[in-house]
């Protein structure tokens, strides 16, 4: 059978010689021993002409026979390495992922097994085509292992948006990479870092009691960190439970006061509150808006957006951003907003508004 692998493999086979070298290699593999199968499949893994049929048959068996074909054979298909990845062991996904070149579809499913050593692999791999979804995935999952976040940020080539979530969570030389690499400026990788530090805030405090949220705001408030964006942030993520509490100290109104006024069906309640808390003017408009949709939305017990806000207020927020990219997530688009406002506050030509534009040209 080997013999045969070698002519399947090589000689210039005429059509009807390579079907009876075909049949007899698939009548003997179910037979034989793991050591020959492993020397049929390091034989056939380059062979161009190799049939699919038999290449996902050797692909599917155990490792050390299935590796080869995994790494190297351009006769299996997108759809049979994503079913590969889906239905044999982890250790197998391994090796398609070394491939030395991958398209979307299977890079999807490889990141998806959520394997620190399959996404390393597959973002260190120039010529592996990852979405925009794929990289979001990556960031969420493995955003504070530094050997995935140095492999992301060693790419030569990232949406913008990833580029931007990712200086939020690297330091050091890889931060200074992506500012030199993809011309952020240094005082908007700043910017983005302080927004995502408040994100992060709200993250950590999800799910927290009532009162242990009021406590927590009231610390802030103390040390005049709870910031307008910090407040604005809670709403447009629907993270009401410490958005009430927020609302309450800064307004200095007990909460069912604060629900009231958020519950008017006429608006004015919702602007009226905005005027109790003192937040600065720019906000103004963005406030009443979301504070108006939210009118109808509990506030829920493990800190997340109820059911259908993000679907209602994600039109609300991207409105308001000049240059809205697809790829952004609802954390980046929310940072977008808040920095647009906060640009409209200092429009001088050394100021932030300069600054910002100039990192949208580089966009």
């Not at 290699?25 to 793991?34: F, S, V, Y």
Request: net charge negative; hydrophobic share 45%.
């Amino acid at each position: 059978m080997l013999r045969v692998g070698e002519l399947y493999s090589t000689e210039p086979l005429t059509p009807a010689e390579r079907q009876i070298a075909l049949s007899i290699i698939e009548t003997i593999l179910p037979d034989a021993e793991l050591e020959i199968r492993r020397r049929l499949a390091e034989t056939l893994k380059a062979t161009p002409h190799l049939e699919r049929q038999l290449a996902r048959r050797l692909a599917q068996d155990v490792l050390d026979v299935a590796t080869p074909i995994l790494v190297h054979s351009l006769a299996l298909s997108d759809e049979d390495l994503v079913q590969v990845i889906q239905t044999c062991s982890i250790e197998h996904s391994r090796a398609v992922a070394m491939r030395p070149t991958l398209n979307v579809s299977v890079t999807d499913a490889l990141i998806r097994t959520d394997d620190e050593v399959v996404v390393v692999r597959v973002a260190a791999n120039n010529n592996a085509r990852i979405s925009a979804g794929g990289f979001h995935h990556i960031l969420d999952r493995f955003g504070d292992h530094a050997r995935v976040a140095e492999a992301v940020g060693n790419r030569p080539a990232l949406p913008l948006a990833i580029v931007e979530r990712l200086a939020t969570l690297v330091t050091g030389r890889t931060l200074e990479r992506l500012i030199g690499r993809y011309a952020v400026p240094a005082h908007r990788v700043g910017l983005i870092l302080h927004h995502s530090r408040e994100h992060f805030l709200l993250q950590s405090i999800a799910g927290e009691p009532a009162e242990e949220l009021r406590a927590f705001a009231q610390r802030l408030e103390d040390n005049h960190l709870l910031s307008p964006t910090l407040v604005m942030r809670a709403m447009a993520i629907g993270q009401f439970g410490f958005l009430l509490q927020a609302l309450s100290i800064k307004a200095n109104v007990p909460i069912s006061n604060v629900r009231k006024l958020m519950a008017d069906e006429g608006g004015r309640g919702q602007a009226e509150l905005f005027e109790h808390c003192g937040l600065d003017n720019m906000f103004r408009a963005l406030f009443v808006d979301l504070a108006y949709a939210a009118r109808n939305f509990p506030a829920t017990r493990d800190g997340k957006a109820p059911v259908g806000w993000l679907e209602l207020a994600t039109p609300i927020l991207r409105k308001r951003v000049q240059n809205f990219d697809p790829d952004w997530s609802l954390e980046q688009v929310v940072t977008e907003v808040l920095i647009e406002l906060e640009e409209e506050r200092a429009p001088g030509p050394n100021g932030l508004r300069a600054g910002l534009m100039a990192g949208k040209s580089g966009r």
